[in-house]
T-cell receptor
Framework: DSGVTQTPKHLITATGQRVTLRCSPR?????VYWYQQSLDQGLQFLIQ???????AKGNILERFSAQQFPDLHSELNLSSLELGDSALYFC?????????????FGSGTRLTVV | GENVEQHPSTLSVQEGDSAVIKCTYS??????FPWYKQELGKGPQLIID?????GEKKDQRIAVTLNKTAKHFSLHITETQPEDSAVYFC????????????FGTGTRLTIIP
């Protein structure tokens, strides 16, 4: 157990729907990162939050949004889902803002859009 | 931004032999290079990292080498064991600003008993 908790583990939904993925960072970590891993693809950075504030944005679609709450858990909202959004979504956390000592990843949420 | 290329995409080695995975990066400002291991059904786990002020780092059977001039770094696993079978990702990032870890596309390592 890495200490980063992601729920749900699996999610199957239809095109056009909206889903919310949840992440609780490792205790004491203030940064949360969201990554998307598609089949045969590497990990694509989506967005980072640090202590409740958005810090960096990667290749995140406008249909996707995220936030970090006062208790530091984070949610990734995916709307108007398309078949191509099917992927593994990972959350990672780090103690510092820059992630200078690496990230700790959760086990991911596997999203299947049908 | 940073671009990381990783080779090979798949690698099979006999148990006990060595495995080498290579990565190249594009941004000369990158100075932090971690390696992650992803087992089936799990998230990536940091196994070793290196910063640009050193050329090599070793931890038991795994080692990482860095050549900043050529902008490439490699993961070496010696005396491979079945539990080394996994997908391995390299990553790179500058140690400043808002740049995030950029990952390679992964290497699926299979250890043949």
């Amino acid at each position: 157990d890495s200490g980063v908790t992601q729920t749900p583990k699996h999610l199957i939904t239809a095109t056009g729907q909206r889903v919310t993925l949840r992440c609780s960072p490792r205790s004491g970590d203030l940064s949360v990162y969201w990554y998307q891993q598609s089949l045969d693809q590497g990990l694509q950075f989506l967005i980072q939050y640090y202590n409740g504030e958005e810090r960096a944005k990667g290749n995140i679609l406008e249909r996707f949004s995220a936030q970090q709450f006062p208790d530091l858990h984070s949610e990734l909202n995916l709307s108007s889902l398309e078949l191509g959004d099917s992927a593994l979504y990972f959350c990672a956390s780090s103690a510092d803002r820059e992630g200078r000592y690496g990230y700790t990843f959760g086990s991911g949420t596997r999203l299947t859009v049908v | 931004g940073e671009n990381v290329e990783q080779h090979p995409s798949t690698l099979s080695v006999q148990e006990g032999d060595s495995a080498v995975i290579k990565c190249t990066y594009s941004d000369s400002a990158s100075n932090y290079f971690p390696w992650y291991k992803q087992e089936l059904g799990k998230g990536p786990q940091l196994i070793i990292d290196i910063r640009s002020n050193v050329g090599e780092k070793k931890d038991q059977r795994i080692a990482v080498t860095l050549n900043k001039t050529a902008k490439h770094f490699s993961l070496h696993i010696t005396e491979t064991q079945p539990e080394d079978s996994a997908v391995y990702f390299c990553a790179a990032r500058p140690n400043f600003g808002n740049e995030k870890l950029t990952f390679g596309t992964g290497t699926r390592l299979t250890i043949i008993p």
